[in-house]
């Protein structure tokens, strides 16, 4: 196999196959934004650290860029396009919206899939849990207070 | 670098080639053929982030993601075996009953952040061989015994002489680190885990490991490991020696503390001084042996 063959992988992603044609080396953040249009997974540092690209991956949140789309046949996959029901947000959204947890908005795709990947399986965390998962991710604006405030309200209302 | 915005091709790995083991015999193969050429794709969470910055440019990855076979956790009697490819977050609840289970999860909730946790494994932490690595600095704490295999067979290395400096371990290129045993620690034993890092999940400045058992306030079976202060995770075997036969007090908890400040070759970075290493070193020695006599 010479260093560029292109590889044909199918990705699962919100509950649709996505067929492409990738190089072994394509991260899964960079497919997702530049092969299947999905553009609301940013890109931040591309080296782990600021968690912009984090998505649901079989329910559990990860850094796509520190995977490779020829990894991911067979998983599924989740983005932030995945978590509004048509015009109406998921719980997650509507606390960041009510509690003004975004401002320039570029680190929210990797908050929401954060929060909502841990909420799923963590319902009622306790403060100091909710803090450490939290700062996995980095936000320029927030100051990170109104993101709490938004996860405790999402955790709230996703109990109910 | 060119000037301009945007460059996306900086942060974008070089082209490699990939092999998607089916097992573990198949991605030794890989590994014989292609040797220093191949690197092992395990979690990927420190490899990856080399390869987009380009500081690793393996020509081949041999992906052993697939390999269930190297997921699990069995006892053994007094031995705890963990295959290579149990993630990380598996540690934050107990695994085993007692002073092991509990060591293993203070160290786990320190390792990077949750999202690094679900992907990153213990095998790979340890082949990796980052000095401020938690996993290094608890094998070495343990005792720990390694197996790898490799097309002529494979062998068990002692987890002593296994790190050998920065990123850099006995394995040979072509072997695979496919478990580690950690003996288990007694049930009368006393653990504590310490560690000093910027920001919550950053790598630590300074981490110490402490195991001793307490027999009516006597201390015996000392074991101080530390991390993130030298090339390579480190036993402080003078302190441990001191604290052997000791009463469990604060004074001879300061003073073990203090002989591991002193005993260890730290270094100096960016990130701090050698100076104020060894200052760390000495807070959280003491930290450590007061919270496992506290627990």
Redesign the interface.
Known sequence: ?S??TK?DVTLAVNGRPYRVRV???R?LA?TLRDDCGLTGTHLGC???VC?AC?ILADG????A????A??CEGMDLRTVEDLADGDRLHPIQQAFWDNHGLQCGFCTPGFLM?AAG?LEQNPDPDEDELR??L???LCRCTGYQNILKSVRQAAEVMRA | MAPGYYTPAL????????H?ARSVAEAVTHLGEYGYEAKV?AG??SL??A???RLARP?V?V?I?PLDELDYLEEDGDTLRIGAMVRHVTFERPVTEGPTGRLLTMAA?HVG????R??GTFGGSLAHADPAAEWCVIALLLDAELSTRSPSGGRDIPVEGFFQTVFTTALEPEELLVEARLPKLSTRTRVGFQQFSR???DFALAMAAVAFESDEGQVGNARIALGGVSDRPLRAGEAEQALEGQAATEESFRAAAEIAALEIDAVGDIHGSADYRRDLVRALTRRALEQAIAA
């Open positions: 196999m260093e560029r590889v190089e072994p080396r991260t960079d591309e080296h782990g968690g984090t559990q949140p990860v850094r860029c520190l995977m490779f020829v990894q954060l841990y450490a998962v700062s996995s991710n | 942060m974008k790995p070089a082209p490699f080639d990939y998607q794709l990927g969470q990856v982030p390869m987009n910055f020509a990855l992906d993601n909730h952040h949750l999202p690094i679900i992907r920001r919550a999940g």
